[in-house]
């Protein structure tokens, strides 16, 4: 039984800037600082290969000494608010209707919220009663592919059932004003806010890319590569310098076993449906397929029009995909890093 991707749809939150109209910002924020030091950091931002952002939050927000309960509620707010725009064009994009859903997953790592997404939206929107919920809130930036090989899993189980996936993320809420470590300042020159929803679906009919297959990849011992550390003033961003240089030494164990074990080759690969995690990721990733005649254009340009959206970002690049009703038989990976530390893999065929 396929089990196949019917529909991704985004959505974006209401604030947007340029990177050069947050540079004044930042310099107001790096107030006090040492010159040479507050020349690096606006390169930081002017070379982070992202021109645009979107945000829950106006920048003045973002740079004022607003606390972690004031943060998280605007998150709360607006997170709902996203999601339920996110999805309701996703159903309208699949011609469903939001009763038609049996199975909702939400994925989100920049705030903290119980009751979960989930179930605000089953409420605003009246979903089935007894649909299945499922909150993934620690996957980080894997979290969206993550909540797909999850749906996946349970569609495959369930004939004629839909499932969706949808992923909210404000990583501008996590920002730490006191903070003026590289960590701090890289996320907050890589990173902006987003959601997604992903329609999945076991009707025999229903059309879509197929999910042929699906696996996690787990590194040992690096934990401490990426995640948050909870303060009294948030979620503080743990992100360590040696994570490109591990991505690229475990890259041949992520992909080709994988792809072998479905008989084929990355020859045999049309798109590469990547998360993109920031500058560095994407340059060696790129060195990495650039050889093989493949590219991520997609992620490098999503990463330039809306940034770092951590388990949402990988959907906007899906989307860009979907629509362009590829040929059939094309296939295709998508992949996403985050939390543990892990890889998450798809191998999708049109």
Wanted: charged content about 25%; overall charge negative.
């Amino acid at each position: 039984m396929a089990v196949r991707i019917t529909s991704v749809a985004k959505q974006l939150p209401k604030y947007t800037r340029e990177t050069k109209d947050i540079l004044p910002y930042v310099e107001l924020w790096l107030e006090g600082q040492e010159e040479r030091f507050k020349r690096k950091v606006l390169k930081i931002f002017e070379n982070a290969a992202v021109d645009k952002r979107y945000s829950i939050m106006d920048a003045e927000e973002v740079f004022l000494k607003t606390s972690f309960e004031e943060k998280n509620d605007i998150y709360i707010r607006e997170s709902v608010k996203l999601a339920e725009k996110s999805l309701l064009k996703a159903l309208d994009k699949a011609s469903l209707e939001p009763t038609d859903l049996d199975y909702i997953i939400t994925v989100s790592c920049t705030g903290i919220m119980i009751p979960s997404l989930d179930a605000y939206l089953i409420n605003r929107l009246k979903l089935k009663q007894d649909i299945v919920r499922l909150p993934v809130t620690e996957m980080g930036c894997a979290a969206g592919v993550s909540g797909i090989l999850y749906a996946k899993n349970f569609l495959k189980a369930n004939p004629n059932k839909r499932a969706v996936v949808i992923a909210v993320e404000s990583p501008t809420a996590t920002f730490q004003l006191d903070d003026y470590s590289m960590v701090n300042i890289v996320s907050a020159a890589i990173f902006g806010d987003g959601c997604a929803s992903v329609i999945l679906s076991s009707y025999e009919d229903e059309v879509g890319p197929e999910i042929k297959d699906e696996a996690m990849y787990h590194f040992y011992d690096a934990e401490h590569m990426m995640g948050f550390k909870l303060r009294n003033t948030g979620l503080q961003m743990v992100l360590d310098q040696s994570v490109p240089q591990t991505i690229a030494d475990h890259f041949p164990n992520i992909i080709h076993p994988f792809l072998e074990k479905n008989d084929l080759t990355i020859a045999d690969i049309d798109h590469l449906v990547f998360h993109p995690g920031g500058k560095k990721i994407v340059q060696t990733v790129e060195d990495l397929f650039g050889d093989l005649g493949k590219n991520i254009d997609d992620t490098k340009e999503v990463l330039r029009l809306y940034g770092n959206m951590s388990s949402a970002t990988v959907l906007y690049v899906l989307e860009r995909f979907l629509d362009r009703n590829l040929p059939k038989g094309n296939k295709g990976i998508m992949l996403s890093f985050g939390p543990g530390f892990s890889a998450q893999r798809i191998l999708l065929e049109w």
